[in-house]
């Protein structure tokens, strides 16, 4: 990094805190103030106040701002962006619209679709084709152009969106579009071949309208907090956070404001690889879990997972299709509708079922006494003994164990027959074997095996859930790092500056044209590195991938190239490379079929300093409880009497043996009877399960 | 059962149907067939020693539902138990036995645990090819179809039957990429059953009885209570549909009883001699989904939920008996559910949507360079969807496939598998039925062989001479269309062809509206005319 950059403030626009984070020459200092949606920078710079005071410093002596937000996500899910106009092949002015002409729910006959980003009557057809080679077979009708940017003018159009067929294959009708509108029109324009320049129409079409849609919004909100952050006396650069989890200037941010959607949970995912690289641990799955979801995301060789697309504002049950589709380059997590204000209930067959309704902070699960009256996991866990009533978020919020007990013998134990325990601990197991099935499910289509991982473990409710879920994944190692609770502003400023450029070219293997590879390569690596020279100064390492596969299959692998220029004798390395990958996700390669590249990425990001490293502390002296209760353990289906301990009464080397809860002011951790915890040097919490070496 | 016991069953419910789609995806990810990979026209489930259902993949689409189990059965039958050993997987694609054509191939493999049988994984995939004539209707007998597969074994004791390779690769035109699929059929069972063993070992069970037996008592004591709260007698509806050249009658009697609902289909039309015959296998599949989706469409799918349907049927088009041919058995399989909702509209009056386009459209594109001419030859393989029926309170779904659920390819995707032009592919404005809730949408697609190229297509198109009914004084949705730009009229069904220079112009039907048109509300017919959805031309 920089110098003059050794106070550095990490700010995290979620949706009900905003967090703020100043470390302040490796001292930790926070803040959660309430989002305020009206004027989101607001609530920056209450924070920034707050840290700064404890801080004792002032605002000018910050040396980076690094700021991630969910503003756009929100944008997108309420649709509340700019009247955008799309600009389309014709005969395809319905892609956003027709979707995959199918339906996510197939029993569900009053099944409602999600509506398009951008309705029918703002969807502009004109003439031209380009071929799936890159071909011309019609010119761009550019008379009918101009008479369009007419007809947007007359309306109150805030924004413009040119998606064409192909276009990632040959771009020059988008490009051509672009200067004719610009010319008759005050409008920022987004075209597809720039923001997500992949095969695939719908995908593509919808993520340039998406970027299109939010673009306003996001460049005024934008330049008010530069202007209110220098007000406020700063004086330092500002970058952003995208969802790849890397750092962009404001300026790309502005004109690709799509790359900020998911841009929080990538911090988090970052903070989680950087405990990975402090403690060595190679194949991390992190596992975040908050009020309403869990987000679970692979981590290996310290790199978050990557995907090239993803889904947002799914609209049915978190249902996989319901949502829209962006293809940028993202962390990729999946999402499940558990967290601990999600609801339990009974389904007709008799089955406990967890959310994906949540009661949310208002009215909160039962034992929160504000009106919730349904059962919720936090309910569940206070009934088992997990969290303590009066020691809840600090104190802040007084429990009531009563309240909890009836509800979910309301809604659970009198339909089932069981007692406030059992129901209780129904409800648990149901949702920890819903995370633990999402995991599994991940991992394997990620050619992964999830025991064989770590797991790293934050947001509030991560902790009370995180032993029972590592023992039914197999996983005998879970770290509980401090400062879990504004992980995601941590991580920010831990990125790297950091860009990912990705590009379609479907190219037979037996056709190898290293001359085309070394081309398209080279204009990928230009754009991702322009990026990153942008914001970074340190040397800059690059990342190739090609996703491959099979001709005649669908499915796309990862593989890694060597980063270099390519010659025609390459061929028969990239094939071999090929076929172990395919053989890693799928157990053996098939005999036969033609290889052949569909995309390309490049990921360019500057050389970070290596933090320290930690080893594990895996024997410890064990300590003596002070306290005890009873909490339920699952692995005897029986309450047990359990040590309480303070974390941070806790020093390093300390060892304590399961069954029992380590408190602290926005959490507790619960250590199973099959695990013991020792005590980090950093004050991380290990779980290791008895009788494994760390 | 103790209370811990009751949520430990829970928990292994909801892992057993975990483990299922663990199955199906590893089949999605490494299969070959577009239908399967893009599509997901796949199915994958999970069976007891006995060859009872316990649960199944929600990723697969209906026509595999309930094929699929009772196809279990059939492989039980004809293997015998003493010939079965761990490292086992066997293979038919017999259509009456298996899923009704011989396009999809089924696989099931025994899974062992100590010596002991505990159960079976199967699963069922489109092929590319059989041999044959094709994917088509032009097949006079099933014979002409392709290469029929009894049941046998693919894999004994886990050493692969290479006679059966070997015959397969000289049978159809797609080697490489047929025994590809074969063989991700057979991995995916096998990671099925990996997760079964872990599962068990896991939580210290032998077997699956006390777990099956839990899951078959909820799910009858669920499917009982349903049942229960319909009206009880007997309802008929019969429904015309274009047939191959001459219209064919669907007749059904839906009736309720106290706890079972039956199907018969006595009345509809007899054997056809082309190959758009449904062995009573796919009806069965079908006319269950509809049943299901207005019952119980909360309640995984399982052998106890099935067996309160019955189906019967004299021999007839929905009970073809061998050899008759069945290759395109999905467009008459597909109307099934319009026909069974409509006589359930006559007990649920105010409850049922209308009709809607049905039957995939699905196209099968053989292209191929000008006589004389250098390019490309391929085999392109499209799923398109018509409009659905409006439901009673909602509009119909415009382009959506119902109740296939498969999707489409992206038309990028589709162009670089063979030399065509896809020129359209947008919605179909005024072919939604009027009524109170519109039909769905049908589309207009486009497709013209690239320059120097032309192409040979076999249509698989229905609801052309008969469009879709509305429901409740709804009027009907537009009928299809199949003609070439010069205004040339093509046929239906059967190959035909598209010369150097000419588009092939498809209309995809809409679906029937519901409710009166005149009791439409302003805003939504406003809002019709806004997005171009009701133009007020006249077709």
Known sequence: MRSGQDIRLGADIGGTFTDIVLDLRGTIFSAKVLTNYAAPEQAILDGIGIVTQDAGISASEIGLVIHGTTLATNALIQRQGARTALITTEGFRDVIEMRTENRFEQYDLNLVLPKPLIPREDRFPVKGRINAQGKELQPLDEAALEELAERIAEQDFGAIAIGFIHSYANAAHEQRAREILQRKLDLPISISSEVSPQMREFERFNTVCANAYVRPQMASYLSRLQDRLKEMGTTCPVFMIHSGGGLISVETAVEFPVRLVESGPAGGAIFAADIARRFSLDRVVSYDMGGTTAKICLIQDYQPQTARTFEVARTYRFCKGSGMPISIPVIEMIEIGAGGGSIAWVDDMGRIQTGPESAGSEPGPACYQRGGTKPAITDADLVLGKIDADNFAGGKIRLSGDSASASISRDIGDRLGLDPMAAAFGICEVVDENMANAARVHAVENGRNISDNAMIAFGGAAPLHAARLCEKLGIDRCLIPQGAGVGSAIGFLKAPFGYEAVGSQVMALSRFDAEALNAMLGGLKESAESFVRSGGTGQITREIVAFMRYAGQGWEIPVSLPDREFNASDREMIETAFRERYAQFFGRPVDGPEIEFVTFSVKAQDSRPEGRREALIADGRPVPASASRDIFDPANGASRDSGIFERDGLSAGDRISGPAVIVERETSTIVTSPFDAVIQADGTILLVRKGVAA | ?539
Request: charged fraction near 20%; proline fraction near 6%.
């Open chain 2, 1 to 539: 059962m103790s209370q811990i016991d009751e949520i430990r069953m829970q928990v292994m419910w909801n892992r057993l149907i975990s483990v299922v789609e663990e199955q199906a995806l590893t089949l999605i990810r490494t299969a070959f067939s577009t239908s399967v990979r893009e599509a997901g026209d796949l199915s994958a489930g999970v069976f007891d020693a006995r060859g009872r259902m316990l649960a199944q993949a929600v990723t697969g689409t209906p026509g595999h539902v309930n094929t699929m189990a009772e196809a279990v059965l059939n492989f039980i039958a004809e293997i015998p138990r003493d010939q079965m050993y761990p490292g086992d997987t066997y293979v038919t694609n017999d259509p009456w036995l298996g899923t009704g054509h011989l396009h999809d191939i089924t696989m099931v493999s025994p899974s062992f645990r100590d010596g002991a049988l505990i159960g079976f994984f199967a699963c069922t995939a489109h092929v590319v090819d059989v041999g044959g004539r094709g994917f088509g209707a032009d097949g006079k007998s099933v014979y002409e179809e392709g290469i029929q597969i009894p049941i046998m074994k693919f894999a004994e004791r886990g050493e692969v039957n290479t006679d059966l390779l070997r015959i397969l690769r000289s049978n159809v035109r797609e080697p490489n990429q047929v025994i590809g699929d074969f063989y991700s059929l057979a991995a995916c069972n096998d990671v099925g059953h990996q997760r079964l063993v872990q599962m068990l070992d896991e939580v210290g069970l032998a077997d699956l009885k006390t777990l099956g037996e839990f899951i078959f008592s909820r799910t009858h004591t669920a499917m009982m209570e349903r049942i229960a709260a319909l009206p009880k007698g007997s309802w008929v509806n019969e429904m015309l549909t274009d047939g191959y050249d001459d219209p064919i009658n669907l007749a059904v009697e839906v009736t309720i009883g106290d706890d079972n609902v039956h199907v018969d289909f006595s009345g509809s039309s007899g054997i056809s001699r082309w190959g758009i015959n449904v062995p009573l296998i796919y009806t069965k599949a079908y006319a269950c989904y509809a049943i299901k989706c207005v019952v119980a469409p909360d309640i995984p799918n399982n052998s106890a939920s099935l067996a309160a349907f019955s189906i019967s049927s004299p021999v007839n088009i929905l009970n073809a008996q061998r050899p008759a041919p069945v290759s395109l058995r999905h467009v008459i399989g597909h109307m099934v559910p319009d026909v069974v909702l409509g006589a359930l509209a006559k007990a649920l009056p105010g409850k049922i949507q209308a009709e809607g386009a049905g039957a995939l459209w699905n196209i099968h594109i053989s292209a191929r360079p000008e006589a004389g001419a250098e390019g490309r030859r391929a085999e392109v393989l499209l799923f398109n969807s018509g409009g659905m029926g409006a439901r009673p309170t909602l509009d119909g779904l415009s382009a959506t496939a119902f109740p296939s659920g498969v999707m489409t390819m992206p038309i990028e995707a589709t162009e670089h598998t063979g030399p065509i032009v896809i020129w359209r592919k947008e919605l179909r404005p005024d072919s939604g039925g009027a009524g109170q809730y519109r039909g769905g949408l049908g589309q207009v697609i486009e497709i013209a062989p690239e320059e120097g190229h032309e192409f040979d297509f076999s249509a698989m198109f229905d609801r052309i001479s008969a469009p879709p009914r509305g429901r409740d004084g709804g009027e009907p949705g537009a009928p299809g269309g199949v003609a070439l730009d010069d205004g040339t009229r093509l046929r239906p069904k059967g190959w035909q062809h598209v010369p150097a220079g000419r588009r092939l112009m498809l209309e995809l039907p809409g679906g029937g509206g519901f409710g009166d048109p005149g009791r439409r509300s302003p805003e939504a017919m406003a809002e019709d005319v806004r997005k171009g959805y009701v133009t007020g031309k006249q077709p």
